[in-house]
């Protein structure tokens, strides 16, 4: 673990083995929360996560009692992530992404530089967002998403090729988007569609119970 110099590290952070964390950020401090009532919290972060300059990482507070950050995650320079965030495994937050309180984002997303995320939204696996995007409602795994209002814009072909999705597992995702975005059907009757055709697809399940889970409701 290397901490650089001028950073402000909170009393109840903890930070694991091969992160590194450069100057002048403040990591741990209470949450920027009028509701927090100087509860016991925490900030966790997980191993070989790089953390860059100016970047602010809040605690969490009795909701959760803890912000959540995994492993091999990079935040680059002037991100905030707000109280009882939970972030996954090797994501990247490129400079100047904000986060709300309880934004939770799933293994393997980028968020492009300067993103804004709404509190309580969530981030599927594998998503890529455009720099600049605002997001007020949920993102669902495995997809591109950009433009004003934020909107899909295709699946993430690229990254998953890059982890291993082999031609067919990306073929049955773009189709199952096909019904769900672009398709003429209504989302009831677009998720039934989904439903019956990709019986038993791991990655098509994941879609399905994210979208079921929302409570902000899909981009």
Known sequence: MIIGNFNTIG???????????????SIGAIPQDKKFGGERSKLIIGKRTIVREFVTLNRGTKATGKTVIGDDVLIMTGVHVAHDCVIGNNVILVNLVALGGHVEID??????GASNVHQFCKIGK????????????????????????????????LGLKRRGFSQEERTAIKKAYRYYFRSDLNASDSLKTIKNEFKGDKNINEILSFIKNSNRGII
């Open 11 to 25: 009393e109840f952070t903890e930070i694991k083995s091969d992160s590194h964390i450069f100057h002048n950020s």
């Open 107 to 112: 293994d393997w997303a980028i968020l492009g």
């Open 126 to 157: 594998h998503c890529m967002l455009a720099a600049n995007s605002k997001i007020v409602q949920d993102v669902p795994p495995f997809i591109l998403a950009g433009r004003h209002p934020v909107e899909y814009t295709g699946i993430n072909t």
